[in-house]
């Protein structure tokens, strides 16, 4: 229903887990079925999580938080925490989300930030909101 909420009711992407949650109680297991097919059987939400739950602990190996990346490291955005709408918009404001290339990963524990290069534009969030963030080596 997160993909519902984006694609048809036009909620941003850091409000839809919420809001799928709220209208979720008012869906038939069946119904569920029908939206699920009518947005064209959507493999992942908007945070990149897999639908089917067998997928995404398949899909789970390789993965670790963008605050553990080596230092100079390649990584592709794969998920995001999505349980916190905070977090949510400091990552996209940011130029965070699932698909997308971060270059020169940098991570320094001291002053508890995370730098990397998103679009060719250099970033830096804090090693606290990285932790939110699954990634693959590139």
């Known amino acids: 229903l997160e993909c519902f909420a984006v694609e048809t009711l036009g909620y941003p992407v850091d409000e839809c887990f919420e809001r799928a949650r709220e ?3 008012g869906f038939h297991d ?3 079925g029908r939206v699920w097919a009518a947005l064209g059987c959507p493999a992942r939400c908007p945070h990149g999580w897999p ?3 067998t997928r995404s602990r398949i899909e789970t190996r390789g993965l670790f938080a963008l605050s553990a990346a080596h ?7 794969e998920r ?9 918009r400091a990552l996209l404001a940011a130029g ?3 698909g997308r290339s971060l270059r020169a990963v ?8 995370v730098g990397f290069a998103a679009a060719d534009e250099p970033k830096a969030i804090s090693l ?6 699954l990634v693959r080596a590139a």
């Not at 230092?71 to 955005?77: L, Q």
């Not at 995001?80 to 949510?88: F, P």
């Open 96 to 98: 965070i989300e699932p």
């Open 51 to 53: 639908v089917d739950p």
């Open 106 to 113: 940098s991570v320094n524990p001291a002053s508890g930030m």
């Open 23 to 25: 209208i979720s109680l």
């Open 128 to 133: 606290v909101l990285a932790g939110s963030v």
């Open 30 to 32: 069946d119904t569920l």
């Open 80 to 88: 995001l925490d999505e349980m916190s709408r905070e977090r949510l």
């Open 71 to 77: 230092a100079d490291a390649n990584v592709t955005v």
